[in-house]
């Protein structure tokens, strides 16, 4: 596919493509190479109200919710079919939109997409109520039913994956939703509400409006007919939602949030498995994941090893066209995330971290227009730093030295965020006590970045509140109804 192949988006509004009203839009790059790929309505409030509407009258009408409970697990296993059927298309678009690398697109993106439509297909003849047993001659029950019409507003760094993680419990649970993808990465959003409806879902069910985040996000977090509100995205951004939801109809909000990850590695760690562990997960999607591994914390012992090791291999990863099966990182997703990536990297300089490698544009070559950065390593850093305390979302490792297991508890700790942590180390009783004292949503001992559906995944502190995936995704669109009958 060709970026001449791909044709102008549209919103996707009650099984329809819509334009927006004010006939705006929005250009849609390729930041490996900076090639204009397509453009995408700029949505408005107008258009909003529109998504809105056909989701709330497909709820209203029972067109999805009233389906029998085989016939909605029967069409969300169709839907994960056809993104497997579809996976060298979307694989393709994803790398286009993102600049990550084909083998991370499908990977990571379309192959988890459709394993969790499969998984919360699963789960649509398992969510039900109870009987309780109360004092009294009474029959108490309860109603386990949708939340109604959900908001699902995505970022970029993963824009299958993380639409899927809300959309597939979403309609798992019988809602409608409006999904709002990032301005940047509207591609495959669009083309999943389009297999979507090929699969059976009824028109109206899942719509897609393409906008900015201050105009078609600020529009979806206000609207007094969404009853949900589920996010992915920055701290700062998940603040303006809960204000949103505040001075609107107190629609339920669920965020996910930033992370400032601790990478911890004790010196009886599998050495060999912790720099592999260390290595991706800063590197990995070039750095642009929640979840990176942004600050190691290596042992004193066994420090200054391990940090120039890291360094000599990130040396040798291949950037280039995330197209070719040899590239190993990709491009940042715009000029603007590169330029702040580069702004951290100063920072640290200024602040007196010792730059071990990287830290500049890479522009050789083909790169020349494309958004790349150097896999960058700082040692030396104080936990204080800038560079140690605020999400960089790109691929910039800063190693911290640590003396003993307090102080390495006492330095993960120690910042606003709390997503996720890994520990390294042989030592099982070492393992639990960090796994317990770590405060974040996921710890990871002797692995890193490992996901599965059935787990859930959210943050701690100012990462965020509520729960993707598992059964605890399913709480966060479901509300709870206590009956009563007199015997």
Same mark, same amino acid.
């Given at each position: 596919m060709s970026p001449a192949a791909i044709q102008p988006g549209a919103l996707f509004i009650n099984g329809?493509?819509?334009?927006?009203?004010?006939?705006?839009?929005?250009?849609?790059?390729?930041?490996?190479?900076?090639?204009?790929?397509?453009?995408?309505?700029?949505?408005?409030?107008?258009?909003?109200d529109r998504a809105v509407a056909a989701?709330?009258?497909?709820?209203?009408?029972?067109? /999805? +919710? =009233?389906?029998?409970?085989? +016939?909605?697990?029967?069409?969300? $296993?169709? $839907?994960a079919d056809l993104i497997e059927k579809h996976r060298d298309?979307?694989?393709?678009?994803?790398?286009?939109?993102?600049?990550? !690398?084909?083998?991370?697109?499908?990977?990571?993106?379309?192959g988890p997409s459709a394993s969790c439509f499969r998984y919360y297909a699963g789960w649509v003849r398992k969510i039900h109520g109870e009987t309780i047993p109360v004092d009294g001659s009474f029959l108490n029950y309860t109603l386990r039913e949708p939340m109604g019409v959900v908001g699902a507003i995505v970022p970029w760094n993963f824009p299958l994956q993380l639409a899927t993680w809300k959309v597939a419990p979403a309609l798992a649970c019988g809602c409608s939703v409006v999904l709002k993808p990032s301005e940047l990465t509207p591609l495959t959003a669009l083309r999943l509400a389009e297999l979507a409806v090929e699969a059976g879902l009824p028109e109206g069910v899942l719509n897609v409006v393409t906008g900015y985040g201050t105009t078609a996000g600020d529009a979806l977090?206000? @609207?007094?007919?969404?009853?949900?509100?589920?996010?992915?995205?920055?701290?700062?951004? =998940?603040?303006?939602?809960?204000?949103?939801?505040?001075?609107?109809?107190?629609?339920?909000?669920? #965020?996910?949030?930033? =992370?400032?990850?601790?990478? %911890?590695?004790?010196?009886?760690?599998?050495?060999?498995a912790a720099i592999k562990g260390a290595f991706w997960g800063i590197f990995g999607n070039k750095g642009e994941i929640c979840s990176a591994g942004s600050r190691l914390l290596v042992h004193g012992d066994i420090y200054d090893e391990f940090v120039e090791t890291l360094a000599s291999r990130a040396r040798r990863l291949k950037l280039?066209?995330?197209?070719?099966?040899?590239?190993?990182?990709?491009s940042q997703i715009s000029a603007a995330q590169m330029e702040r990536v580069l702004g951290y990297v100063q920072s640290g300089v200024e602040e007196g971290a010792r730059l071990v490698c990287g830290g500049e544009r890479d522009a050789e070559g083909a790169k020349a227009n494309g958004f790349f950065v150097k896999p960058t390593i700082f040692a030396d850093v104080k936990p204080s730093m800038k560079i140690a305390q605020e999400e960089i979302f790109g691929p910039v490792l800063a190693a911290i030295r640590f003396e003993n297991t307090d102080h390495a508890i006492e330095i993960a700790n120690g910042t606003i965020y709390g997503l996720a942590a890994?520990? /390294?180390?042989?030592? %099982?009783? #070492?393992? @639990?006590?960090?796994?317990?004292? %770590?405060?974040?949503? !996921?710890? /990871? %001992?002797?692995? &890193?970045?490992?996901?599965?559906?059935?787990?859930?995944?959210?943050? &701690?502190?100012?990462?965020?509140?509520?729960?993707?995936?598992?059964m605890h995704a399913i709480e966060q669109y479901t509300q709870v109804k206590s009956v009563w009958v007199a015997l």
């Amino acid at each position: 596919m060709s970026p001449a192949a791909i044709q102008p988006g549209a919103l996707f509004i009650n099984g329809k493509r819509e334009d927006a009203v004010s006939g705006r839009t929005i250009e849609v790059r390729n930041p490996a190479t900076a090639e204009l790929l397509t453009t995408v309505p700029d949505a408005g409030s107008e258009d909003v109200d529109r998504a809105v509407a056909a989701a709330r009258t497909s709820f209203v009408r029972k067109t /999805w +919710r =009233g389906l029998p409970p085989s +016939r909605r697990e029967r069409v969300l $296993l169709t $839907l994960a079919d056809l993104i497997e059927k579809h996976r060298d298309e979307l694989s393709l678009l994803e790398t286009l939109e993102t600049g990550k !690398t084909l083998r991370e697109s499908a990977g990571a993106d379309v192959g988890p997409s459709a394993s969790c439509f499969r998984y919360y297909a699963g789960w649509v003849r398992k969510i039900h109520g109870e009987t309780i047993p109360v004092d009294g001659s009474f029959l108490n029950y309860t109603l386990r039913e949708p939340m109604g019409v959900v908001g699902a507003i995505v970022p970029w760094n993963f824009p299958l994956q993380l639409a899927t993680w809300k959309v597939a419990p979403a309609l798992a649970c019988g809602c409608s939703v409006v999904l709002k993808p990032s301005e940047l990465t509207p591609l495959t959003a669009l083309r999943l509400a389009e297999l979507a409806v090929e699969a059976g879902l009824p028109e109206g069910v899942l719509n897609v409006v393409t906008g900015y985040g201050t105009t078609a996000g600020d529009a979806l977090a206000r @609207h007094m007919d969404v009853d949900k509100l589920s996010f992915t995205g920055s701290t700062r951004t =998940g603040r303006a939602l809960l204000n949103a939801s505040a001075e609107s109809n107190l629609k339920r909000v669920s #965020l996910e949030l930033g =992370g400032k990850s601790p990478n %911890i590695v004790f010196p009886d760690a599998d050495r060999e498995a912790a720099i592999k562990g260390a290595f991706w997960g800063i590197f990995g999607n070039k750095g642009e994941i929640c979840s990176a591994g942004s600050r190691l914390l290596v042992h004193g012992d066994i420090y200054d090893e391990f940090v120039e090791t890291l360094a000599s291999r990130a040396r040798r990863l291949k950037l280039g066209d995330p197209q070719d099966k040899l590239t190993m990182m990709g491009s940042q997703i715009s000029a603007a995330q590169m330029e702040r990536v580069l702004g951290y990297v100063q920072s640290g300089v200024e602040e007196g971290a010792r730059l071990v490698c990287g830290g500049e544009r890479d522009a050789e070559g083909a790169k020349a227009n494309g958004f790349f950065v150097k896999p960058t390593i700082f040692a030396d850093v104080k936990p204080s730093m800038k560079i140690a305390q605020e999400e960089i979302f790109g691929p910039v490792l800063a190693a911290i030295r640590f003396e003993n297991t307090d102080h390495a508890i006492e330095i993960a700790n120690g910042t606003i965020y709390g997503l996720a942590a890994a520990v /390294w180390t042989r030592d %099982i009783k #070492l393992a @639990h006590r960090m796994a317990a004292e %770590i405060q974040a949503g !996921t710890v /990871w %001992i002797n692995t &890193y970045n490992g996901f599965d559906n059935g787990s859930p995944f959210g943050g &701690y502190k100012q990462s965020g509140f509520g729960r993707d995936l598992g059964m605890h995704a399913i709480e966060q669109y479901t509300q709870v109804k206590s009956v009563w009958v007199a015997l």
